[in-house]
């Protein structure tokens, strides 16, 4: 699989990570047996990067990658979480020096390590990214070794330009797929420039753009495909990458129409990812070994071209930026 310098870390990663939110819950259920097998499938197809949080499943997926770890020391792999979605409440006042190291202790332990290779503020209040004592804290992080670098997670392009900004943000996560274009216009150029690295999440825009979904189908209560449409337990563009169902079902199928021969129509999606020049790696998520090893291979495909770039703009254009431009 091709790598990437994963911006500020310095370390190469492949260009598709797994996002591990789906291997600690809100996504069903997914076995420890089974989160286990997509953790393999996905590192014996290239996987290098892993993302978790000490969140998913109340750092049940933190756990999992853990005893992953453990089984495969020698696989050169680099482990990113995050932390402060665990204040309650979820306010600036709770992003603090001992709560960072509280959180901290906390997910080196899930992990089983001493340092953390990276570890990402969780979408935190907006104010926590314009705060000098934020950084601050991040560097005291990284001077007592618990943590090799540090980086953000964002909902909008403000937060993520603001952190970029920063001399010691090695990293950046945000949404971007075909249904959410915005941080093409700044973000990315701005962090190429800077030399942070770009992680691409929600790429599938929560399995809409495989293309395998109907108005009919239907998730289960534990899904946050099901409980959180409406952004009722948190922000609503993590679901669906925000767009509303309905329309998303329509658009997928005009992407999924541009698939190539020989290539699922995920692939085509994170193969768009790939190509974005500023993005360092992609995480999609997977429920199973098969999943893990197909987006892996999305990393072969060719760049897609220049007609059917054209046409995934169109759609996007004509369906989608209503629903989302305006809002990250």
Known sequence: METRVLGRTGRPVGVVGLG?????????????????????????????????????????????????????????????????????????????????????????????????????????????????????????LVEEGRIAAYGVSVETVDEALAAIARPNVATVQIILNVFRRKPLDAVLPAALEAGVGIIARVPLASGLLSGKYDLSTQFADSDHRSFNRHGEAFDVGETFAGVPYDVGVAAAREVAALTPSGATTAQLALRWIIDQPGVSVVIPGARNAEQARANAAAADLEPLPADALDRLRGIYDSRIAEHVASRW
């Open 20 to 140: 591990c939110w789906q291997l600690g819950g809100d996504w069903g259920d997914v076995s420890s047996d089974a989160a286990l097998s997509v953790l393999a499938a996905a590192v014996d197809a290239g996987v290098t990067f892993l993302d978790t949080a000490d969140v998913y499943g109340d750092g049940r997926s933190e756990r999992l990658v853990g005893e992953f770890l453990a089984s495969r020391p020698s696989a050169g792999l680099t482990v990113a979480t995050k932390m402060g979605r665990r204040a309650d409440p979820h306010t600036p006042e709770a992003y603090t020096l001992d709560a960072y190291r509280a959180w901290n202790d906390r997910s080196r332990t899930n992990l089983g390590v001493d340092t953390i290779d990276l570890v990402q503020l969780h979408c935190p209040p907006t104010p926590v990214f314009h705060r000098e004592s934020t950084y601050d804290d991040l560097d005291t």
